[in-house]
């Protein structure tokens, strides 16, 4: 055949239709919103906690109307709780089967990490997503609160194929998506690295990231953030989920002494940070990742929280500059709390 190298060609580009970026674009917010998040001081107080012996590994939290939905990392259900935090009722989203001894075993566990809310037409729609980090964590499910919490299993091997593309990622267990916010205009998804590398934002367009896992449309293109967080001595902080409002980005943050992003490791402390999303642009050179203002949680006394923070719902406080801050942990025991926390931003 004359000129087999064009048809090699086509055929990668017919393989990896979705595989593309965006560039993201400068504005005139862009540096007056970095120079506010150079200067913003954050405090963070616990002021409950709320122990639950039998929601495993929480590692996402919701809050839909005036309840509030939590999954766990090592579980096969969704559990949902009122207002004061009381566990209302489960709901299972898959085979129960390997849940027998209270926890689905890491080999096998999808290791759901990130959840958002989000409309569909007239549907409240869930959607929790797999961490990426093995085979068996490619998995995802909508849940349809609007029909009876009817559950949709979606397999994500090809878009977490696509992710790893977009962040030059080429072993097993380097993707670990830890959170996921949606507002009108965007989808945001939170990558944890293993190791040393920096924290990254990944954002789509909403409406065609929507279309895509509502109806298997084309995966929308990605702009890439690239985000450096405080150390406690060799180990440094990692995104661990993510909540948007407003111009804002909070996370939360966790720093665990583990080589990997399968194995636990003891934890050192957690954070809640705020990215001011018109300061992205100044987020997009690898080399140079951008400062983000962060705060150790706290307990009452002033010690430090030592729970491994995995996700968190914001609430406008009666005051400018304050928010109403609900937090899950897992202690990685099996077991998991809830905190209520008064966040600060000045």
Known sequence: MKYPYLLCFACLLFLLPSCKTDVPETSDTAAPALERMKTLNLTATTQRKYFYQNIPSASGVERVQDSYYIMGDDSPFLYKLNEQFQLLEQHALFDTAEFSSG?????????????????????????????????????????????????????????????????????????????????????????????????????????????????????????????????????????????????????????????????????????????????????????????????????SDGSPYLGKAESLVVLAGEEQGQYEVVVVSDDDLGHSELLEVQLQVQ
């Open 103 to 299: 926890r689905i075993p890491k080999a096998s566990k999808p290791d759901l990490e990130s959840m958002a809310h989000f409309t569909y037409g007239r549907d409240e729609m869930l959607l929790l997503l797999g961490s990426g980090a093995s085979e068996a964590r490619n998995r995802g499910f909508l849940v349809n609160l609007s029909e009876g919490n009817a559950v949709r299993e979606l397999d994500m091997s090809r878009f977490y194929t696509f992710l790893k593309h977009v962040l030059k990622l080429e072993t097993e267990g380097e993707l670990n998506l830890e959170g996921l916010a949606l507002d009108k205009t965007y989808v945001y998804l939170l990558q944890r690295p293993a190791g040393g590398g920096a924290n990254v934002l990944i954002r789509l367009d909403a409406d065609a990231f929507k279309r895509f896992v509502m109806e298997g449309a084309e995966i929308p293109a990605a702009a890439v953030y690239h985000f450096t967080l405080p150390a406690m001595g060799q180990n440094k902080a990692s995104f661990s989920g993510a909540y948007a409002s407003g111009d804002r980005l909070f996370f939360t943050a966790s720093v665990e002494d583990t080589p990997n992003a399968i194995e636990d490791g003891e934890v050192l402390g957690s954070y809640i940070g705020v990215i001011d999303l018109n300061a992205l642009p100044y987020a997009t050179d690898s080399n140079n990742p951008l400062n983000v203002p962060t705060v150790l949680i706290q307990n």
